[in-house]
């Protein structure tokens, strides 16, 4: 499983995004807790990060070249080698165990959405084609997930995300800077799950 790492405005830390059994911080410690694909993980999330800022470079020339106009506002985002995010709603995703022929995570996930940018979708693009797909599929759907907590949960969780909507409005729309491409281990339950191996963005 990729994650984007985002860096967090300081007034929005009440939003942490909690990493169960893995070291989160800004430096990774190399002796701890290594997995065994770190060095391998880390090669293709090397290569990910190059073709994503080539690409981003090539798009930055052509636009250099190219007689600007009323739709080119999104230039700079597009052909940032950062990405951008934006959040755009709140949302609780139930995930049981049945789900997805048995492959669900057993909890309720609240969930921050994110404006599916172009220069998301191309990221996403370019990790598809360096790593397997994931046995569940679906759409791209990129998000930040608040927190996994067990099914019993529900009920609390659901009327927590509806004040989120109402009190924590002010969060949304507001950019935010991908600062980490990360490669996660999710097998098991989720407190064996472990960071693999991460490169800055």
Not at 116 to 130: F, Q, S, Y
Request: glycine share 6%; hydrophobic share 30%; aromatic share 6%.
């Amino acid at each position: 499983q990729l994650k984007l790492k985002v860096k967090r405005h300081q007034e929005d830390d009440e939003m942490k995004h909690p990493a169960s059994g893995a070291n989160d911080d800004d430096d990774v410690d190399d002796n701890q807790q290594q997995h065994p694909g770190r060095s391998i993980g880390k090669r293709i999330l090397e290569r990910c990060r190059v073709r994503y800022q080539t690409d981003c470079l090539r798009r930055k020339d052509k636009d250099n070249t190219d007689d600007k106009d009323d739709d080119h506002h999104d230039a700079m985002d597009d052909t940032s080698t950062v990405p951008n995010l934006t959040p755009t709603s709140f949302y609780l995703f139930p995930y049981p165990k049945e789900s997805d022929e048995g492959r669900g995570f057993g909890c309720i996930i609240p969930l921050l959405l994110l404006r599916n940018a172009p220069p998301l979708r191309r990221l996403h693009g370019i990790v598809k084609e360096e790593f397997p797909g994931d046995e569940r599929g679906g759409r791209f759907v990129p998000h930040m997930a608040l927190c996994y907590a067990p099914e019993i949960y529900e009920d609390e969780l659901r009327v927590h995300v509806d004040r989120m909507k109402i009190e924590k409005a002010h969060l949304l729309n507001r950019s935010l800077r991908g600062r980490y491409l990360s490669l996660w281990s999710t097998e098991g339950q989720l407190k064996d799950w472990r960071l693999i191996a991460r490169v800055a963005l």
